[in-house]
Nanobody, 124 residues
Framework: QVQLVESGGGLVQAGGSLRLSCAASGLTFSTLVMAWFRQAPGKEREFVSGIRWSDANAYYADSVKGRFTISRDSAQTTVYLQMNGLKPEDTAVYYC?????????????????WGQGTQVTVSS
């Protein structure tokens, strides 16, 4: 059974940092992409960043490039999202997701499994 469990969200002031974690189990990691999406109130869920498990190739939305860093820990089967220079517009529920293909996609329909989400709130 596939499980994705996010943690690390919270309230932070603008300019601050947070590190999100997503612990995964029940997956075949050799051909896998893990990604972070976010959904702000009244908006559609949007791609933030993705990483190809096999070679750690990473991809970012333009809105977070240079501020966020995605990484993975193969031993812990965990993916992280280090978020620096946070802005109020980064406020959203952040979701971890996986797809069983070896390339990153940016649309929600391409991901098979989702975590429950973790709230990130950035105050101005």
């Amino acid at each position: 059974q596939v499980q994705l469990v996010e943690s690390g969200g919270g309230l932070v002031q603008a300019g601050g940092s947070l590190r999100l974690s997503c612990a995964a189990s029940g997956l075949t990691f050799s051909t896998l992409v893990m990604a972070w999406f976010r959904q702000a109130p009244g908006k559609e869920r949007e791609f933030v960043s993705g990483i190809r498990w096999s070679d750690a190739n990473a991809y970012y939305a333009d809105s977070v490039k240079g501020r966020f860093t995605i990484s993975r820990d193969s031993a812990q089967t965990t993916v992280y999202l280090q978020m620096n220079g946070l802005k109020p517009e980064d406020t959203a529920v952040y979701y971890c997701a996986t797809r069983n293909r070896n390339y990153v996609q940016v649309t929600t329909k391409d991901y098979e499994y989702w975590g429950q989400g973790t709230q990130v709130t950035v105050s101005s």
